[in-house]
Nanobody, 118 residues
Framework: QLQLVESGGGLVQPGGSLRLSCAAS????????IGWFRQAPGKEREGVSC????????NYADAVKGRFTISRDNAKNTVFLQMNSLKPEDTAVYSC???????????WGQGTQVTVSS
């Protein structure tokens, strides 16, 4: 069974950090581009970041540039999203997705809640 599972979400104060993980089972992540998305209550889902499969090139939404870093650990079959300097507006359910290229995804995880609040 092909599956993506996110973890690492939680409650953090403004200015704090979290590291999200996207772990795959049933397939090898290094053959796929992996994207991170988020959806806040009452808002549409938005792309946060993506890492390509071959060269591991990365891209970020303007709202998170300089604060978030996406990386992959092929030995662990996991992609990470390091989130620093978190703001209340980063509060959302964060999900990962896998596809052949960034922007076209075939598999989705269930998501993990991130809440930034004092």
């Amino acid at each position: 069974q092909l599956q993506l599972v996110e973890s690492g979400g939680g409650l953090v104060q403004p200015g704090g950090s979290l590291r999200l993980s996207c772990a795959a089972s049933g397939f090898t992540l290094d053959n796929y581009a992996i994207g991170w998305f988020r959806q806040a209550p009452g808002k549409e889902r938005e792309g946060v970041s993506c890492i390509s499969s071959i060269e591991s090139s990365t891209n970020y939404a303007d709202a998170v540039k300089g604060r978030f870093t996406i990386s992959r650990d092929n030995a662990k079959n996991t992609v990470f999203l390091q989130m620093n300097s978190l703001k209340p507006e980063d509060t959302a359910v964060y999900s990962c997705a896998a596809g052949v290229v960034c922007g076209v995804y075939d598999y989705w995880g269930q998501g993990t809640q991130v809440t930034v609040s004092s």
